[in-house]
Each structure stands twice: as structure tokens, then as C-alpha cells.
């Protein structure tokens, strides 16, 4: 497991990242989300050594991380780290080589890889001959090519068509499977909630919230939606509720406690037909714009 405890950087008097505490428990893919400028790359170069901390722990296995641990990462930094110029199977082996595998592990395993990614007719090719989804495939390889223990994979599925998505999450979680923890960042929530055991909330350098969907869904408030025969204007009016959309017969609606749901049912019907009745169950956009939103809101009324 890799801990961050209270992880911080500046860039002049800028906080980037700020007292970030979080984990990326064995064999579970954590995802990393948060808007433009949240802190994710600058977290991340922290983890891998590339950046140094302004304060804080970071524990590999239950002590303190080292060079030796971060030379065993994969790591697939938002710069990408391969030469454009050069042929990608020579890349890929030269890589393995460096993190220890024997020149024919470094060769098959480089090979079988860019086979399964579709890619064993262009192993002579340079990078930058191929497209920009297919090199995006091969910066990834790169990553997972020398058995890493650990990997940190910043903006992974940017630019992947949804098969090349679809197939990298499977050998991620082959990884993952094997116990390997995998940290990677992202802005398609939908991808992330498909994707992940657990994520990340970061805004503005600050976590502001850790957990599986579930945990984080706990903590929501409960919405219902409710379809009528007929209008549903009413709702306005009615005790306990809190209308958060209404349009035409339907509405979205927050109670005041759970015991409301029975007396909008019943009076719901009392007026006409209920079409439909039941909780929303939150995606992760919801929990994201929910969590992101009570910050920006708390940050505001906080006198300057
Ligand atoms: N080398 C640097 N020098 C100065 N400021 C920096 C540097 N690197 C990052 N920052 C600042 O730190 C903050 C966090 O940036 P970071 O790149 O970590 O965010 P991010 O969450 O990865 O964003 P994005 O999703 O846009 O990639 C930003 O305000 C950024 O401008």
C-alpha cells in the first residue's frame, strides 16, 4: 500500500498541493480526479521523487518510500517519457532493460504487449508515425512493461477510443489482480466510476473526499424523483420536500427525512396516478459536483 500523509508543495507562494493525506491500497485501482489545476500531476511527481515535498510523508509497505521502491513503479507522467523519433519496440525494450529484466524477458515482454494493444505490425515503426491514440497505447506499455510493484499513471485513457479503453482496463486489472495498487488520474468521471474500487477528490490542493462510490454515496443526501399521471406543480407546496427540479409531471425532490418518502407517496396518489416513485442513486459526477460545489462554497464565505 502506498500512504501519503499530509503531502505538500508550493510553487513560489502558491500552495499546490496541500497537506494531502490519502491511500492506494494493494490490488485496487484508485481513481484521481479533480478540475484543471487541482494538484493531480504535481501529487503524483511527489509520489515518483520527481518533484520534491514541501512537507509530509509518503510510506511505501509501511515505512518511509525510497529511490529503490519508486525505481520498481511504473509511471506514466503527463509529459509522456518516450522519444518521438525513435522505433517503439527498441524503446520498450531499452526501458525493461534499465528496470532489470533480462534482454529476452525485456523482448518478449515488450512484444507481446504492443501485440495485444493491436500494435505487432508496427514494432519497427517510430512513435511519432503512429497516431495519437496508438502512441497514448504505447506510453502505457511503457509503464507496465518491467513488472512494476506499484503503478502511477497520470491521465492514462486521454485520447483512447473505447475498445483501446476497454482493453487497457482489462490488463490493468490483471495488475491489480496480482495485488499491484494503481493510482491513476482523470477527468472522465464516467470512466473513473466504471473503472475504480475507490478515488480521490482533490480541489484546489485539498482532499475533500476518499472512499469507494458507495462510501462517498453514504454521505450524499438522498434524492427522489417522482413521475405523475399529471402536473406536478404541487410539489412546491407540500411539507418536508424540497423541490430541486420540476418539469411537467416530473420532479426531483429532497425530503426532510427518510419518513417523508410515505406521506409524498400517499398524497401523491391521493391526487391521481404515480407513474414512478424511488431514490436516485447518485453517479459520481453528482458526488463530484455535490462535493466540489460545498467547497467552493465554503471557501467563498470564509472572510478574506
Ligand atoms: N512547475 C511549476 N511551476 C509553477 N507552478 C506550477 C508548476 N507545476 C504546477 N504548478 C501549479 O500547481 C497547481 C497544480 O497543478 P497540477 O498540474 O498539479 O494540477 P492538475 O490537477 O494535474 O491539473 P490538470 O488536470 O489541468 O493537469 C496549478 O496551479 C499549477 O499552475
Redesign the pocket.
Known sequence: MLELRDVS?R??D?V??DQVSFSVPDGAMTGFV????????????MIMGV?AQHGGQIDWQGRAITTTDRRSFGYMP?ERGLYPKQPILDQLIYLARLRGLSAQDAASRSTQLLERFDLGGRTGDKLESLSLGNQQRVQIIAALVADPTMLVL??PFSGLDPAAVDSMAALLREFTGSGVPVLF?S?QLDLVERLCDRLVI?SH?RVLAEGTADDLRATETVRHRLVLGGDAGWLRDARGVRVIDIEGNTAVLQLDSPDQADAVLREAMARGSVLEFGPIRPSLADIYRDVTAATTQTQQEVPA
Do not use: C, P, Q
Open positions: 508543495r510553487f513560489g502558491h499546490a498541493v479533480g478540475g484543471n489545476g487541482a494538484g493531480k500531476t504535481t501529487t503524483m511527481r518533484l503527463e497520470d491521465e488520474s477527468h482533490l490542493g
